[in-house]
């Protein structure tokens, strides 16, 4: 457990670093303070392709990652599970997908910033045109914001995997995601496991269906 001295001292080294492809840097208690250090040399570095830092306690600190992301050219996927991230700063890491040229792949489960920070998810992404593949809400406390997210999935035409199991989205919530992964040209898994919806209409079901049967 590095804790945010270590990470401190670790950023400034990645942040010249320019050979490191991959790193797993979870459960070292980070900290908001580790968190800012990391992101300020993420935005520096110029190598780094994957980042798993799940489980450091980022919370505000991962609001970090807003600059990191709008300025990093490498970084494809980043994993900022479990972080105690609210719905503010959930709205700057959205903002930096959003202005991001690599990022395909984001995991932000388990931090419960529920539909505030779900609607402004959705709404960064539907501003602009992204490059993600795969996008992970799993246990976030989302309710009714599937409607949103829904709308922003023509922003995100590469996307091919969209995770929301384990939260509370309605059935209206439901039908406007089936819907729109039925009309979109890649998404392909669509998990909406364990969540309040309940028997979709069937014209939902078909369309939904179709598409699946002919990817």
Request: with cysteine.
């Amino acid at each position: 457990e590095l804790g945010k001295i270590g990470a401190a001292a670790f950023a400034r080294a990645l942040a010249k670093n320019s050979t490191l492809r991959t790193l797993h840097f979870e459960r070292n208690e980070l900290l908001p303070e580790g968190g800012r250090a990391l992101g300020a040399a993420l935005a520096a570095n110029v190598g780094l392709t994957s980042l798993n830092v799940s489980q450091n306690e980022l919370g505000e600190g991962a609001a970090a990652f807003r600059d990191a992301l709008a300025s990093n050219r490498t970084l494809t996927a980043l994993d900022l599970s479990q972080n105690g991230i609210g719905a503010d700063a959930c709205a700057e890491i959205a903002a930096g997908v959003a202005g991001s040229p690599t990022l395909a792949t984001l995991i932000l489960d388990r931090n419960a910033f529920g539909d505030a920070g779900g609607d402004a998810l959705a709404a960064a992404l539907r501003s602009a045109p992204n490059g993600l593949t795969e996008l992970s809400l799993v246990r976030c406390g989302l309710r009714t914001c599937g409607a949103a997210l829904a709308a922003a999935l023509p922003a995100s035409a590469g996307l091919r995997t969209l995770r929301l199991s384990r939260n509370d989205l309605d059935d209206a919530s439901g039908v406007a995601l089936c819907d729109a992964t039925a009309a979109h040209p890649a998404l392909h898994t669509l998990d909406l496991s364990s969540n309040a919806i309940g028997a979709l209409p069937i014209e939902c079901q078909l369309r939904l269906a179709h598409k699946l049967a002919d990817p």
